[in-house]
């Protein structure tokens, strides 16, 4: 079992920038890749980026790619998600998760756990 916990949200200008950090523990982090998702109001979960188990490959959104960085630091079991320029479109309530043994996926069901959420508000 994988326990993920989500920080960093909260509400922040058009332009500005917030840093999400999910925190994993119970099994060897670096076991996982790991991945960041989002659900605003009335959508549908979307993917929005991932790294592998060695930090050497990341995977990103269109929407996001440029603004965004993903990055992990196996040591203190922390993925985190850098999110600049940000749009009142990345509204949203924003959700880590781990994929045992994979690469990185963008597809949801790949992924084994996931964090409890964390909203980020971005106003126009």
């Known amino acids: 079992q994988v326990q993920l916990v989500e920080s960093g949200g909260g509400l922040v200008q058009a332009g500005g920038s917030l840093r999400l950090s999910c925190t994993a523990s119970?099994?060897?982090?670096?076991?996982?890749?790991m991945g960041w998702f989002r659900q605003a109001s009335g959508k549908e979960r979307e993917f929005v980026a991932a790294?592998?188990?060695?930090?050497?490959?990341?995977y990103y959104a269109d929407s996001v790619k440029g603004r965004f960085t993903i990055s992990r630091d196996n040591a203190e079991n922390t993925v985190y998600l850098q999110m600049n320029s940000l749009k009142p479109e990345d509204t949203a309530v924003y959700y880590c998760?781990?994929?045992?043994?994979?690469?990185?996926?963008?597809?949801?069901?790949?992924?084994?756990?996931w964090g409890q959420g964390t909203q980020v508000t971005v106003s126009s």
């Open positions: 998760a781990a994929e045992n043994g994979g690469w990185g996926s963008r597809t949801l069901d790949r992924y084994d756990y």
């Open positions: 119970g099994r060897t982090f670096s076991d996982y890749a």
């Open positions: 790294i592998n188990r060695n930090d050497y490959y990341t």
